[in-house]
């Protein structure tokens, strides 16, 4: 398959090359390299790439509209892995306007681009946060939610929305993937698995919100990876899952991926503690606007759809990121 992954220089975007690289695909992979967070470790994931003769990189950014048209009329790609977006809840406060260029307009160049070339299957990055304050758990794609409470919420809620349009007036086969708390070797600085490492090995203090009152279903990489790879082969059919199947006859799919149960926010730091070593001198603060106090994944839809559920549990894989932090920092 002719392939294109967006957000190749990100976490996600990175680990699913890895994965896809060596299996008979040509894969282009797009970044705009933004310096949301250190561009020197986006650097660093595309040079881990440079190993894979499949895999191309083009400097490009998604709300370029004309540079997008170009690419997908130079490659006429089978399917799309979409994965670039402006992710990070507390960032979207602050900044607006960069939500809307990626997430709204950029996702739309997307989907513009797979309905002139024939794209056969787009697969795209949704969130857990569209789930927003859920109080019925486990948090499922056949329930309805549309309470975002945050601006990076509405533009990921905004973007499944889009993709049901065009599947259903142009046919385009969009699965969507609510991806809950990712972590692991690569992954991102703004996220709380990377700050507490960073910290703890430093002897730093750590911010905990809510006063420590959270829930995560924490999900490692390599399982959202396995999610990913084995979704793209289950291209959706007119009528399939959404959140009101009987009424939709458009080929939309919306899945969960997590790891399926929520961690406490205190014993995800004891793991980070036990696995560094050190003990976290926790500075406890209230709830921040726009954060939600527990996700959880219901991974019933996945498993039926793929036969594959999420595995690695929340000590072996901080264990893991430890070791690839303490590698990657020469620490
Ligand atoms: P990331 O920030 O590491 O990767 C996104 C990449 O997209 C970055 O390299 C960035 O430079 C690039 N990008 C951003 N805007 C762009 C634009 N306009 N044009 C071109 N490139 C652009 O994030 P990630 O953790 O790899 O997340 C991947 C996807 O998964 C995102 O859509 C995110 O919203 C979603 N997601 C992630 C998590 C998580 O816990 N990591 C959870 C839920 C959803």
Redesign the pocket.
């Known amino acids: 398959m002719k392939l294109l992954i967006?957000?190749?220089?990100?976490?996600?975007?990175?680990?699913v090359a890895k994965r896809l690289s060596g299996r008979g695909h040509e894969i282009v992979g797009?970044?705009?390299?933004?310096a949301?967070?250190s561009v020197a470790l986006?650097r660093a994931?595309l040079a881990d790439l440079a190993e894979c003769a499949d895999v191309h990189f083009v400097e490009?950014?998604?709300?370029?509209r004309e540079g997008m048209a170009v690419l997908f009329a130079e490659h006429r790609f089978d399917c799309v892995i979409?994965?670039?977006?402006?992710?990070?809840v507390r960032y979207s406060l602050q900044n607006p306007h960069?939500y809307a260029?990626?997430?709204l307009v950029?996702h739309l160049n997307v989907m513009e681009g797979c309905r002139h070339y024939g794209v056969e299957h787009l697969v795209?990055?949704?969130?857990?946060?569209v789930y927003g304050m859920n109080d019925k758990v486990p948090f499922g794609t056949s329930d309805v939610v549309d309470h975002p409470v945050s601006l990076?919420a509405a533009t990921?809620k905004a973007g499944e929305l889009m993709a049901h349009t065009y599947a259903h007036l142009y046919g385009l086969p969009t699965t969507g993937?609510?991806?809950?708390?990712?972590?692991g070797p690569w992954?991102?600085p703004?996220?709380a698995p990377f700050k507490f490492t960073k910290a703890l090995l430093e002897g730093k203090p750590i911010q905990v919100f809510n006063h420590g009152d959270m829930q995560r279903d924490f999900?490692y990489i390599d399982d959202?990876v396995e999610g990913v790879v084995r979704i793209l082969e289950v291209v959706p059919q007119a009528g399939g899952t959404s959140e009101r199947p009987d009424s939709s006859t458009a080929p939309f799919a919306l899945y969960n991926i997590g790891h399926g149960s929520p961690v406490a926010l205190m014993d995800f730091i004891r793991a980070v503690e036990k696995a560094t070593g050190r003990e976290a001198q926790c500075d406890f603060l209230p709830m921040q606007p726009g954060d939600v106090q527990r996700t959880w994944a219901d991974t019933e839809a996945l498993y039926a759809a793929t036969g594959y559920r999420p595995k690695v549990g929340v000590e072996e894989g901080v264990q893991r990121f430890v070791d690839w932090y303490r590698a990657y920092y020469w620490i």
């Not at 979409?82 to 990070?88: C, D, I, N, T």
């Open positions: 967006t957000g190749l220089a990100g976490f996600i975007g990175h680990a797009i970044d705009n390299l933004n949301y967070y986006k994931r490009r950014d998604l709300a370029d979409h994965l670039a977006a402006q992710a990070g960069v260029d990626s997430n950029g795209y990055a949704s969130s857990s946060s990076y990921k993937l609510r991806f809950f708390t990712v972590y992954g991102r703004d996220m999900t959202i």
